[in-house]
């Protein structure tokens, strides 16, 4: 299993769990965890998803998240789980 | 793996908010088998080099985008060409910084350093040469980078060397100047340009790693509001780690991938002209409310002892020149406090006896003369050798009086002109020869 988080920040409206989770579905992307929290005020939706079976490379599926993000207006953010692994865990 | 809200939060906090990114990601290669007399054969040996350069440089991309971090450059240090030029004529100078710099921007690389020679104790025919067409290789390149090494604590400090090194610095644009350096003890495994270069006793090549983060540690302060030295100290510890496992995750990632050694992570703290990413910052986050107040040099000094503390425990390949930088350019607040009046040359000495730069990024009045600026550079540099530490300047001569600015832009900032002291030091400058090493050295053996 290879993880990445996905951090989506912005006003809270309908569709955008629906809007990331359809684009992840495409690719072929499982979401494993998912949790929303207020972040500094804000709507924050965090995801662990495996992408070991994506169709697309991480660099091309965080532009395609990241193009849904635009037109549900929200940031998304993708990073790969070793950056939080390396600097959260020994 | 699970993950609280928390840690992940703090992660993307750091990232997107608060500028923490990998300065630099270095190539450090051995060039030593350009070494030759015929010209020709040197420039087809750099084209073979193209193919790797190219290789890296598409590597360093790819690992930044499947991390999702930002790598602000991507840089080269070759071995000094010092050595090519112990059989190499001078006349080839200009003609092989710019191959050099080719090979850089062809294959996008932002800085290709080791125009550099070691003139401790003397000045060799290589040594002289490198000093002597350094204005006009700097003045006409773009990505190249140099450093002289004038001084060490094994061997002592070159006035004559500097001297030379001045003259060059006065003849250069700006821009170039900032491209060139003067150091005592200078590591030979730094990231940092234009210091950077291959030294002695490394493997072929390896790839070395910087880190930033000021803006990091300057809101974990803010956030905290620590209590005690002792909370301040921890808080900046813990978050030196985190940066420094970051580096070393990028760095071990471009290893693997290309195959070759992973060399260090340079723990050093680097600002940059972005407000929220400065050092001057950090310790007015502190509580000195301007940079250069008494005071400064202890919340320095602890700054710098907790990052070193920190990443040590997050790397074992330590390396570079490990601290925190103070460019006073590149750091918005240090550009303000200079401005201000807050920071002086004898601030940034004094700061210098706990950090590793030096006297960085300042400008200088070309009016104020040579001699003020040789005895700056003897300043550092006697401080660098008799506290064993690894020290230099890098001054920016420009036409403008104390109190002027010019932009460079970019990375490097806004330039102040510092005023240098109106007192006469010809007759001291004047000497030749160099200064014996101290007697540290015979704490060597």
Do not use: W
Not at chain 2, 47 to 54: A, D, I, K, Q, T
Not at chain 2, 91 to 105: F, I, N
Not at chain 2, 164 to 176: G, I, N, R, S
Not at chain 2, 309 to 331: C, Q
């Amino acid at each position: 299993m290879e993880n990445a988080v996905i951090i989506v920040v912005g006003a809270d409206k309908p569709g955008i769990v629906a809007g990331i989770a359809s684009v992840l579905a495409q690719n072929n992307v499982n979401i494993i965890d998912i949790s929303q929290t207020v972040l500094r005020g804000v709507f924050a939706m965090i995801m662990i998803v495996d992408i070991s079976q994506s169709k697309q490379p991480l660099s091309r599926l965080r532009e395609e998240l990241q193009k849904k993000g635009k037109e549900l207006n929200v940031e998304v953010s993708v990073y790969h789980e070793e950056v939080f692994k390396y600097m959260e865990r020994i | 793996m699970k993950y609280s809200v928390d840690e992940i939060i703090e992660v993307h906090r750091m990232l997107s908010e608060e500028d923490l990114d990998i300065r630099s990601v270095t190539l450090s290669i051995n060039t030593n088998f350009l070494i030759s007399s015929n010209f020709e054969e040197i420039k087809e040996k750099i084209r073979g080099l193209y193919s790797f350069v190219s290789k890296f440089s598409k590597t360093v991309e790819k690992v930044s985008e499947k991390y999702g971090i930002r790598i602000v450059t991507k840089r080269i240090a070759i071995s000094p060409v010092q050595f090519i030029f112990e059989v190499l004529s001078p006349s080839y100078s200009l003609s092989l910084a710019k191959e050099l710099d080719k090979l850089a921007e062809e294959n996008g690389i932002d800085y290709i350093s080791g125009y550099s020679a070691f003139a401790d104790r003397g000045l060799s025919k290589s040594s002289e040469t490198v000093l002597k067409s350094l204005s006009e290789v700097l003045n006409s390149t773009e990505r190249l980078a140099g450093m002289i090494n004038a001084g060490s604590t094994m061997a002592g400090v070159n006035i004559d060397a500097v001297k030379l090194f001045v003259d060059e610095l006065f003849k250069m644009k700006p821009e170039a100047s900032s491209r060139a350096t003067i150091m005592a003890n200078v590591p030979p495994d730094s990231p940092f340009v234009p210091s950077a270069h291959h030294g002695l006793g490394m493997p072929d090549s390896m790839i070395n790693v910087a880190v930033s983060g000021p803006g990091v540690i300057e809101s974990v302060i803010k956030r905290n509001k620590p209590t005690t030295l002792q909370e301040l100290h921890d808080l900046i510890k813990r978050t030196a780690f985190k940066i420094t496992r970051l580096g070393e995750l990028v760095g071990k990632a471009v290893s693997k991938e290309l195959g070759i050694p992973f060399g260090i992570v340079d723990l050093s703290l680097a600002p940059s002209p972005k407000i929220g990413d400065s050092v001057a910052g950090i310790i007015e986050a502190m509580g000195i409310s301007k940079m250069g107040g008494h005071g400064s040099l202890m919340a320095l000094a602890l700054l710098i002892d907790a990052v070193k503390k920190g990443g040590a425990m997050a790397t074992s390949s330590v390396g570079g020149l490990s601290g925190a930088f103070i460019p006073v350019s590149e750091d918005s607040v240090m550009v303000e406090r200079a401005i201000d009046g807050s920071i002086d040359f004898f601030t940034l000495l004094a700061l210098s006896s706990v950090c590793n730069t030096g006297i960085d990024m300042v400008g200088v009045s070309k009016r104020q003369g040579k001699d003020k600026v040789i005895g700056l550079i003897l300043d550092v540099l006697a401080m660098g050798v008799i506290l064993n530490k690894t020290l230099g300047v890098r001054v920016i001569p420009l036409d403008a009086n104390p109190g002027e600015t010019v932009d460079l832009g970019g990375l490097l900032g806004k330039v102040v002109v510092m005023k240098l002291k109106d007192i006469d030091v010809n007759n001291f400058t004047s000497l030749s020869g160099y200064m014996p090493s101290g007697i540290k050295r015979l704490e060597f053996g």
